[in-house]
């Protein structure tokens, strides 16, 4: 080293030492905090938010898909970088503003996963973070009555949520929940199922709207029959201008499995073979037309467009920005 550098590098680090603004490698402390979840966009001249409800890590096994390799299926989350045996199903309902109304289309979980889903129960603190309060809420659309859609009616404490609303719940989806005979000869594992949807509603049903499928619900929102999940299953076209959204509810849940596989039948799907049905026919539409969906378990803002591909189909995530 040359004279001349020795000296340079000898007053840099006398510098250094002196200087009192030196880093201090100082350890800061995790946050565990992720920034509030919910996300907007505009259908013609309604504004649409996804509100997160956290998600569930679901394990699953063998019998998770009825007519699907174990293999197969593992190797369809591999592929997508997600968990072999854990399924993460998110919980993600939609408010819309059409201007005259506001309206929820399902109501995430109420809090009341927190024993096995300990990562959900984020919906009433995003809710209030996007400026809404459930109090003006004036219509509720379920999709169906399983726990994640219909918990959030009412808190842990059984508590009414949404003082103001009226619900719309299909008549064959509140016909099938609601019948004695069906109720006696439910397995055990859906037995849990018939009984909270009988405590959920129990005080409801004189605010329960009950509609044949095909009916539009409140201006700019039609429903759309979608059995197959459960037996009145309904999905709901949002429509403004000449935009659109299709909100498919649990007509696909894990987007890398029932997208890329829709001919795959879940566990979870009352009647698979009609599920299946039921998941092409709409798949098809939502591509064909190029429109918006939304899938209420899809990854947040679980929001995107349904692409054909060799094999089936694949959804193009919808991409974060502001609006105008």
């Not at 309206?103 to 919906?123: E, N, R, Y």
């Not at 397995?187 to 499928?213: C, E, G, K, M």
């Not at 009647?271 to 591509?287: K, N, Q, S, V, Y």
Request: aromatic share 8%; glycine share 6%.
């Amino acid at each position: 080293m040359s004279e001349t550098s020795r000296r340079t590098v000898l007053t840099a680090a006398a510098v250094v030492a002196a200087c009192p603004f030196a880093p201090a490698h100082a350890a800061a402390p995790p946050v565990h905090r992720q920034a509030p979840g919910f996300y907007r966009v505009r259908i013609g001249d309604h504004e649409v938010t996804a509100v997160h409800d956290g998600v569930w890590l679901r394990p699953i096994g063998a019998d998770f898909v009825r007519n699907a390799d174990y293999r197969d299926v593992q190797q369809a989350l591999t592929a997508a970088f997600q968990p072999p045996d854990r399924l993460p199903v998110p919980f993600t309902p939609l408010a819309v503003n059409t201007g005259r109304r506001l309206v929820l289309i399902d109501t995430g979980t109420g809090g009341q996963f927190a024993s096995f889903a300990p990562q959900s129960g984020t919906w009433a603190e995003n809710l209030a973070a996007s400026g809404m309060d459930p109090a003006d809420i004036d219509a509720i659309l379920i999709s169906h009555c399983h726990p994640d859609h219909i918990n959030g009616l009412k808190t842990k404490d059984n508590a009414l949520t949404f003082p103001n609303a009226e619900i719309f719940v299909a008549a064959p989806e509140w016909d099938y929940w609601m019948d004695d005979a069906n109720l006696s000869g439910a397995s055990d594992t859906a037995r849990p199922q018939f009984l909270n949807a009988r405590r959920i509603f129990r005080d409801l049903a004189d605010r329960v709207t009950r509609f044949s499928p095909g009916r539009e619900l409140v201006p700019g929102i039609t429903s759309i029959a979608a059995h197959g999940h459960t037996p009145g299953h309904t999905v709901f076209a949002v429509t403004s201008g000449n935009q659109s959204l299709l909100v498919l509810g649990d007509t696909s849940n894990n987007p890398y499995l029932f997208v890329r596989n829709p001919q795959w039948q879940a566990i979870i799907d009352i009647d698979g073979p009609l599920a299946a049905a039921t998941r092409m026919a709409l798949l098809d539409r939502a591509a064909a037309d190029r429109m918006l969906v939304h899938g209420y378990h899809f990854p947040f803002p679980a929001l995107g467009t349904i692409v054909r591909t060799a094999n089936g189909y694949d959804l193009a995530p919808a991409m974060w920005r502001p609006q105008p």
